[in-house]
């Protein structure tokens, strides 16, 4: 059966499979923290590992919980907006004492339904992107990661084969999964009066500055600035994540990094907050894989602000590459003689031997 957004009403809402939510999907993020790291090893509990996966049970966490939000606004109830301000301040909370809500961010398998979690991702990145702006206090970082939660809500009534297509859409599939911005504003009509900034944000969060965004083409001051954050955001986690209609597959996070700075006219992103993004991102982002000059492979765990070059990584591949049992954890900024000499692809690692 397809569902058709436009035609079906609260009263019709498919059978929970069709609408993309699957008990396989939440089985998978039910599953064991540390278990799902993509290309990466399994983790033993060292301290950064432990660390890791508290904040890995705060990410799961948020998923299983905004899923439940999705679920009441399908069928036409209020969502508990408590709920989402919980998870977001959560998030703000652990971003302020560390990046592995990053590193975790950038660690889910390919397997999972995408639109599980990438808006949960969204809100990461949107508040270490807000964190970034010396105006915004911390209610307003978690009032941009609630928008970001609710932001792509509309993308749950676009058919699940069209979100799961492999290969290029045709116009008329590309129309439908565009007007998942439009979907959402009609389903946030629900919310509480003195909300409707929420539905604002989340209809125009593909509108551009320059005028080439949808659904209505605004430009520069008619969008929202909390809009303008979730487009760019969203635009590098698609980038950096998986996705079946991009068969060439991910980019690293420095070369999405790249891409933004080289594109961001054309693409109708505001120069000042891609800046932004780079440099709370750092060079190399926390999550990203690198390679060192001494032929080990690690994940950056926290970024150096006053050394880009020079981050924490986590060295799961030793120079024989061969994965180590306990991951040894290299500052450095510590040392001279050790360093990155570039980004690789977590589908590129080697595999356990
Ligand atoms: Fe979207």
């Known amino acids: 059966m397809e569902f058709d957004a436009r035609k079906s009403g609260p009263k019709?809402?498919?059978?929970?499979?069709?609408?993309?939510?699957?008990?396989?999907?939440?089985?998978?993020?039910?599953?064991?923290?540390?278990?799902?790291?993509?290309?990466g090893p399994a983790k033993s509990k060292g301290t950064e590992a432990a660390a890791a996966d508290s904040t890995e049970v705060l990410y799961r966490q948020a998923i299983i919980e905004r899923e439940q939000v999705i679920r009441d606004l399908l069928e036409g109830k209020q969502p508990s907006l408590e709920t989402l301000?919980?998870?977001?301040?959560?998030?703000?909370e652990a971003l302020s004492i560390s990046s592995h809500l990053l590193v975790?961010?950038?660690s889910y398998s390919k397997d999972l339904f995408y639109p599980l979690f990438k808006s949960v991702n969204h809100a990461i990145l949107?508040?270490?992107?807000?964190?970034?702006?010396?105006?915004?206090?911390?209610?307003?970082?978690?009032?941009?990661?609630?928008?970001?939660?609710?932001?792509?809500?509309?993308?749950?009534?676009?058919?699940?084969?069209?979100?799961?297509?492999?290969?290029?859409?045709?116009?008329?599939?590309?129309?439908?999964?565009?007007?998942?911005?439009?979907?959402?504003?009609?389903?946030?009509?629900?919310?509480?009066?003195?909300?409707?900034?929420?539905?604002t944000v989340a209809e125009q969060s593909h509108e551009r500055e320059n005028g080439s965004g949808y659904p209505r083409g605004l430009r520069g001051d008619e969008i929202h600035e909390f809009?303008?954050?979730?487009?760019?955001?969203?635009?590098?986690?698609?980038?950096?994540?998986?996705?079946?209609?991009?068969?060439?597959?991910?980019?690293t996070p420095d070369a999405a990094l790249k891409e933004l700075i080289n594109s961001h006219e054309s693409e109708g992103f505001s120069g000042e907050m891609v800046k932004i993004l780079v440099r709370q991102l750092s060079v190399f982002?926390?999550?990203s894989w690198v390679?060192?000059?001494?032929?080990e492979i690690g994940q950056v765990l926290e970024s150096n602000s006053f050394a880009p070059l020079r981050p924490k990584v986590e060295v799961w591949i030793d120079a024989s590459q061969t994965r180590l049992k306990n991951p040894k954890v290299i500052d450095l900024d510590?040392?001279?003689?050790?360093?990155?000499?570039?980004?690789?692809?977590?589908?590129?690692l080697p595999k356990e031997k």
């Open 291 to 295: 390679r060192l000059n001494t032929g």
């Open 12 to 39: 019709d809402v498919p059978p929970q499979e069709e609408r993309g939510i699957s008990f396989k999907d939440l089985k998978e993020i039910l599953r064991e923290p540390s278990s799902t790291n993509v290309g």
């Open 126 to 199: 949107a508040v270490k992107l807000g964190m970034g702006f010396e105006k915004y206090e911390k209610n307003d970082l978690i009032k941009l990661g609630v928008a970001c939660l609710l932001s792509d809500v509309g993308i749950w009534k676009v058919p699940r084969e069209l979100i799961l297509k492999t290969g290029r859409l045709s116009p008329s599939e590309q129309a439908e999964v565009r007007r998942h911005s439009t979907y959402s504003g009609e389903m946030l009509k629900i919310l509480p009066t003195g909300h409707q900034w929420l539905q």
């Open 285 to 287: 982002p926390p999550g």
């Open 85 to 92: 301000i919980r998870i977001v301040t959560d998030f703000v």
């Open 104 to 106: 975790v961010s950038f």
């Open 334 to 348: 510590n040392g001279l003689l050790v360093y990155i000499t570039g980004c690789i692809n977590p589908a590129a």
């Open 227 to 251: 809009a303008k954050i979730i487009g760019l955001v969203e635009s590098y986690e698609a980038i950096t994540h998986y996705r079946p209609y991009r068969p060439e597959g991910l980019r």
